[in-house]
């Protein structure tokens, strides 16, 4: 069974940072590219970063440039979000998601998805 768990989030103050890890279970994933996106109350889902699996590749979105960036461990079985000078406005619930399907910036291209994790900033 695939299953993506997130971990990490939680309550941070204004400027504050936060590490989100998704540990990846059930399946051989060298083709896929793991991301994380993040849905406010009221909002759509939002791309946040993406990685590809090996972890050569990365790319995060201008939104939160400067601030966040995705990396792999060395096993490449835990993906990471790290998230600096954080803001109330990056309060939201985070996922994990991954997919094989080389479009990348779009969640319905994505095949798997953890549970999420609450991250709340307070000012």
């Known amino acids: 069974q695939v299953q993506l768990l997130e971990s990490g989030g939680g309550l941070v103050q204004a400027g504050g940072s936060l590490r989100l890890s998704c540990a990846a279970s059930?399946?051989?994933?060298?083709?896929?590219?793991m991301a994380w996106f993040r849905q406010a109350p009221g909002k759509e889902r939002e791309f946040i970063a993406v990685i590809t699996w090996s972890g050569g590749c990365t790319y995060v979105a201008d939104s939160v440039k400067g601030r966040f960036a995705i990396s792999s461990d060395n096993d490449k079985l835990r993906k990471y979000l790290q998230m600096n000078s954080m803001k109330p406005e990056d309060t939201a619930i985070y996922c994990c998601?991954?997919?094989?399907?080389?479009?990348?910036?779009?969640?319905?291209?994505?095949?798997?998805w953890g549970q999420g994790t609450q991250v709340t900033v307070s000012s």
């Open positions: 998601a991954a997919s094989n399907s080389g479009s990348y910036f779009s969640s319905s291209q994505y095949d798997y």
């Open positions: 059930g399946r051989t994933f060298s083709r896929y590219a």
